[in-house]
């Protein structure tokens, strides 16, 4: 059977095993983030304005500042993860520090007797989602990785994956997934990993593949480290209308650096059993860019209450992957350490375009001595797309989120006290799973606090925000199907500074 090379570093493959829901949830949903005020007060500020992060919820929010005004924040994140798996239970503890939110506002009042009383040029920007976190699980499973490469193998002619004459096994490797699939590629790397074996090595024609280890439970341990960041750059214009009315537009662009670590290292077998250990390693990098764009209005009934809406389009991201994979065994050829992290599998670009929101907002003011702020947003998930659409593998995954995600309702609620130049403030945060059935990813529960000391031309703010939410974490798409259940809290602690002109 004759393949065709490809360059030893490079796979172009339209048909992915790589791009699955968890996309689609990770760009579409974005974390508590920005300044010091905004988090303290759980980003209530839909029916506010007067900061530059709350140009997430409203654009109409810009036109509500009285001055020119430049701020930067810089926050420590800290993640708590209780992970539990089988019989076993592992805490893992994530610190790291981002400077994360910086951005200006220029206001130009209208002197004349125009209804036009105030135009607002902004710019902003805001970490809008940190995937630095990790977790650890080790456990006594059912199910080893011998699973997921039989999921992979039953149905691909063995002839088919075999090497050629003066063939180099990473050349293979990349050849077999850029001509043949990522099915076939994995088969490929479960045989000369020499974690699984078809039923007739003599018979190129064979279809069924069986496995090298032998147990009823298996010692498991897998690390999951995650890092890079969903950044978010705005470009604002909003304008003030008679003396109670606001209005704004933004442009969003958005930057994605994501990378996942995943190792799996097994041990305990049956002493009868051929393989008596196991590794598998992974490494996914993605990058790309997004774009969408808000709408919003703010309204002052009167001195007392304000209420907001906005609209936030969906965003439409362009992203490429790349992964890498290592793997062995005690059966495996010896040359697979050469199918390693330096051997890179390059997919073709894809786009994921994540649903739009509906943001309405409620705030009382109280004078100078302090307000209530309260947001309830609306996103369907279930309209969420993988694209191109065309691409089989899209349809398929495309056709699960429609059946398994859901309406997304969330809840924000702020309030600030202000004595003298000092302020309290205070905040909850409550977010639907965007699972029907809400297991997979629970509610996400926050609470926030902090405090601000107001110095006339500049201000000082401190906040401290905490998550809490459980999520069923999947090992590998396919073959090990036990998840690792995993309570997530995290606890961020953010210091602002903000001058005014």
Same mark, same amino acid.
């Given at each position: 059977?004759? =393949?065709?090379?490809?360059?030893?570093?490079?796979?172009?493959?339209?048909?992915?095993?790589?791009?699955?829901?968890?996309?689609?949830?990770?760009?579409?949903?974005?974390?508590?983030?920005?300044?010091?005020?905004?988090?303290?007060?759980?980003?209530?500020?839909?029916?506010?304005?007067g900061?530059?992060?709350?140009?997430?919820?409203n654009?109409?929010?810009?036109a509500?500042?009285?001055? +020119?005004?430049?701020?930067? +924040?810089?926050?420590?994140?800290?993640?708590?993860?209780?992970?539990?798996?089988?019989?076993?239970?592992?805490?893992?503890?994530?610190?790291?520090?981002?400077?994360?939110?910086?951005?200006?506002?220029?206001?130009?009042?209208?002197?004349?007797? +125009?209804?036009?009383?105030?135009?607002?040029?902004?710019?902003?920007?805001?970490?809008?989602?940190?995937?630095?976190?990790?977790?650890?699980?080790? $456990?006594?499973?059912?199910?080893?990785?011998?699973?997921?490469?039989?999921?992979?193998?039953?149905g691909?002619?063995?002839?088919?994956?075999?090497?050629?004459?003066?063939?180099?096994?990473?050349?293979?490797?990349?050849?077999?997934?850029?001509?043949?699939?990522?099915?076939?590629?994995?088969?490929?790397?479960?045989?000369?990993?020499?974690?699984? @074996?078809?039923?007739?090595?003599? @018979?190129?024609?064979?279809?069924?593949?069986?496995?090298?280890?032998?147990?009823?439970?298996?010692?498991?341990?897998?690390?999951? =480290?995650?890092?890079?960041?969903?950044?978010?750059?705005?470009?604002?214009?909003?304008?003030?209308?008679?003396e109670n009315?606001?209005?704004?537009?933004?442009?969003n662009?958005?930057?994605?650096?994501?990378?996942?670590?995943?190792?799996?290292?097994?041990?305990?077998?049956?002493?009868?059993?051929?393989?008596?250990?196991?590794?598998?390693?992974?490494?996914?990098r993605?990058?790309?860019?997004?774009?969408?764009?808000?709408?919003?209005?703010?309204?002052?009934?009167?001195?007392?209450?304000?209420?907001?809406?906005?609209?936030?389009?969906?965003?439409?991201?362009?992203?490429?992957?790349?992964?890498?994979?290592?793997?062995?065994?005690?059966?495996?050829?010896?040359?697979?350490?050469?199918?390693?992290?330096?051997?890179?599998?390059?997919?073709?670009?894809?786009?994921?375009?994540?649903?739009?929101?509906?943001?309405?907002?409620?705030?009382?003011?109280?004078g100078?001595?302090?307000?209530?702020?309260?947001?309830?947003?609306?996103?369907?998930?279930?309209?969420?797309?993988?694209?191109?659409?065309?691409?089989a593998?899209?349809?398929?995954?495309?056709?699960?989120?429609?059946?398994?995600?859901?309406?997304?309702?969330?809840?924000?609620?702020? $309030?600030?006290?202000?004595?003298?130049?000092?302020?309290?403030?205070?905040?909850?945060?409550?977010?639907?799973?965007p699972?029907?059935? *809400?297991?997979?990813? $629970?509610?996400?529960?926050?609470?926030? *606090?902090?405090?601000?000391?107001?110095?006339?031309? +500049?201000?000082?703010?401190?906040?401290?925000?905490?998550?809490?939410?459980?999520?069923?974490?999947?090992?590998?798409?396919?073959?090990?199907?036990t998840?690792?259940?995993?309570?997530?809290?995290?606890?961020?602690?953010?210091?602002?500074?903000?001058?005014?002109?």
């Amino acid at each position: 059977m004759k =393949r065709y090379l490809t360059f030893i570093t490079l796979l172009l493959c339209a048909i992915a095993s790589a791009q699955n829901i968890n996309d689609v949830l990770r760009y579409s949903n974005e974390d508590l983030q920005g300044s010091a005020r905004f988090q303290s007060m759980a980003g209530a500020f839909g029916a506010l304005g007067g900061d530059l992060s709350a140009l997430n919820v409203n654009p109409a929010g810009a036109a509500v500042f009285k001055n +020119s005004q430049f701020g930067f +924040s810089g926050t420590n994140y800290n993640r708590n993860n209780d992970a539990s798996y089988f019989d076993g239970f592992n805490n893992t503890k994530l610190n790291s520090l981002e400077f994360n939110q910086v951005g200006g506002v220029i206001v130009f009042n209208n002197k004349d007797e +125009s209804p036009w009383r105030k135009l607002t040029l902004a710019v902003n920007y805001d970490l809008a989602k940190n995937f630095d976190n990790e977790f650890f699980v080790s $456990g006594n499973s059912t199910q080893g990785i011998d699973n997921y490469f039989l999921d992979f193998a039953q149905g691909v002619p063995f002839g088919s994956i075999l090497l050629q004459d003066g063939e180099l096994l990473e050349e293979a490797y990349l050849d077999i997934g850029a001509q043949q699939g990522f099915a076939d590629q994995q088969a490929f790397l479960g045989y000369y990993g020499g974690i699984i @074996d078809p039923v007739d090595e003599t @018979d190129d024609n064979n279809t069924a593949y069986i496995s090298n280890s032998n147990y009823s439970t298996v010692n498991q341990e897998f690390l999951r =480290r995650t890092t890079g960041y969903n950044s978010k750059f705005v470009v604002n214009g909003a304008a003030q209308y008679g003396e109670n009315l606001y209005l704004g537009a933004s442009l969003n662009f958005h930057t994605i650096l994501y990378n996942k670590y995943d190792e799996l290292t097994e041990g305990g077998f049956d002493p009868t059993s051929p393989n008596q250990f196991t590794t598998f390693d992974n490494y996914l990098r993605t990058e790309g860019n997004g774009f969408s764009f808000s709408l919003g209005a703010i309204g002052k009934l009167n001195e007392f209450i304000r209420l907001g809406a906005s609209y936030q389009s969906p965003t439409w991201y362009r992203l490429t992957d790349d992964l890498a994979q290592r793997v062995n065994s005690d059966f495996a050829d010896e040359d697979i350490n050469f199918i390693n992290f330096d051997v890179v599998n390059l997919f073709e670009a894809y786009n994921v375009k994540t649903p739009g929101k509906l943001t309405g907002s409620l705030a009382l003011v109280f004078g100078k001595n302090g307000l209530l702020s309260f947001d309830y947003g609306y996103q369907d998930m279930s309209s969420a797309k993988l694209r191109p659409e065309s691409d089989a593998s899209f349809a398929t995954v495309n056709n699960e989120i429609a059946n398994t995600l859901g309406q997304v309702s969330s809840f924000r609620l702020g $309030g600030e006290y202000r004595i003298q130049r000092f302020s309290l403030r205070g905040g909850y945060r409550f977010e639907q799973s965007p699972f029907v059935s *809400g297991n997979i990813i $629970g509610d996400l529960n926050g609470y926030s *606090g902090g405090l601000g000391i107001n110095f006339g031309s +500049s201000r000082l703010d401190l906040s401290l925000n905490r998550t809490e939410q459980q999520v069923s974490e999947s090992l590998f798409d396919t073959g090990i199907t036990t998840p690792a259940i995993v309570d997530r809290i995290n606890t961020n602690v953010t210091l602002g500074y903000t001058m005014n002109f």
